[in-house]
Structure formats: C-alpha cells, structure tokens
C-alpha cells in the first residue's frame, strides 16, 4: 500500500521552462511535507518543505504547492536549469514532521540545454 | 566534515554472510534513521532512534535486520545471512527536531550493497 505517490518516472523540460513534479498521498494524517533532490551516488538532499497549515512555500526558484482536500502537492521549478537534473523524491511524515519520513518512489528531471 | 557520514561506500557480499554499515551523524542530532532505496524504488524506512527512548523496529523486513545507536552517536546496521534480495543502497539521516515548522533530514550518501 503505497501511502505517498508519484506517478511520474520522468519528466524532460526544456531550460528556461517550468517544471511541475507532482505527488498523491492517501494518508490524511500526513501533516508535514517534503521534497528531496538525489543526485547519482549521493545521499538526497533536502529542498523545500511545507507544513499542512499552508497551501504554498517559495523558496527562490522551487515552490511547492499543497492542496490537502485532494491531497496533492506539487513541486515548481522555475526557471528549469540544467543543474536541476536529477531524482526528485517527494516525502511525508506526521506529527510535524518529526516522525519518519513515507517517501514516493521518484520522479527523474532531465532539464535540457 | 560536518555531514552524515556512512561506511563503508560499497560492499559486495556473498549470499548467507553478514554484513555491518555503519552511519556516523551530525553533532547533537537527537534522531536517527536508516533507510534503504531498492532499484527502482523508492526510500524505504527501516528503523528510527530518537534519544533514549525504544527505537521504532517498525520498517525492518525480517528478524535477520538489526540496529543499534551505541551512546546516541554512531549507529550500525546489522545484515544476517545476507540474501540477494537485500542488495540496495542502504541511507542514514539524521535530525535535529527544532520546531514543527522544521524538521528537516539530512542524509549520508548510503552503501551500496550488492549480494552475489
């Protein structure tokens, strides 16, 4: 039973344009969400969060939308850069995001010169 | 560094032998996690530390998985009787919980197992 999904293997954007990494969960009390970024032979690396109270957080160029009535979030990166390339893992815990981490399975960002 | 740090990088076992990865946190990260990404999959949960209190074993696969946190420091997963299925690469991460607006983790680069 996969609580956290990303139905996306691969993404290819074009530089300059936006990208839109999506994620579903079925856990209602999931409060507390996460995006990492994984490069090849390295560990993730956080990139933006967001707590259930919000329906948005910005952070330069990544912003992450939230709508829990749908239980939908989304990952916007704009403008796409080629460094951006990599695995992107959507997450979610409870209790403020103090308990583990419930990861989807990945979403592959090919940003294109 | 300043990092999570794991060990080794890779490991290449032999099915039936058992095998130790070690995970060296960040100074005064009360949580400890392990984690391990199977191919095509995504980050599976495996054990949770926080402090002293009793760990959550919730994720673990099988008896022939254990882990111990000696001194809330350094902690060591324990592999058993290896079998083919366990090759995947194995994350640490470790917490500071500093608020419930906050709680990001951070993760070491992982050993890669494989079990010939």
């Known amino acids: 039973d996969q609580q956290v999904k990303q139905n996306s293997p691969s993404l290819s954007v074009q530089e300059g344009r936006i990208s839109i990494l999506n994620c579903d969960y079925t856990n209602s009390m999931f409060d507390y969400f996460l995006w990492y970024k994984k490069y090849p032979a390295e560990g993730p690396t956080f990139l933006i969060s967001?707590?259930?109270?919000?329906d948005k957080n910005e952070d330069g160029r990544f912003t992450v939308f939230l709508n829990k009535s749908a239980k939908h979030l989304s990952l916007h990166i704009v403008p796409s850069q080629p460094g951006d390339s990599a695995v992107y893992f959507c997450?979610?815990?409870?209790?403020?995001?103090?308990?583990?981490?419930?990861f989807g399975k990945g979403t592959k960002l090919t940003v294109n010169p | 560094g300043a990092g999570v740090s794991q060990s080794p990088s890779n490991k290449v076992t032999e099915k039936g032998k058992d095998v130790e990865l070690r995970c060296d946190p960040i100074?005064?990260?009360?949580?400890l996690y392990w984690y391990r990404q199977s191919l095509g999959q995504g980050l599976e949960f495996l054990i949770y530390?926080?402090?002293?209190?009793?760990?959550?074993k919730s994720g673990l696969p099988s008896d022939r998985f254990s882990a111990e946190r000696t001194g809330g420091s350094v902690s060591t997963l324990t592999i058993q009787r290896t079998q083919q299925e366990d090759s995947a690469v194995y994350l640490c991460a470790t917490q500071r919980y500093v608020s419930p607006a906050y709680n990001e983790q951070f993760f070491g680069p992982g050993t890669r197992l494989t079990v010939l």
């Open positions: 997450a979610a815990s409870k209790q403020g995001g103090s308990e583990k981490l419930v």
């Open positions: 967001i707590s259930s109270i919000k």
């Open positions: 530390f926080q402090g002293n209190s009793a760990p959550d």
């Open positions: 100074s005064g990260h009360t949580a």
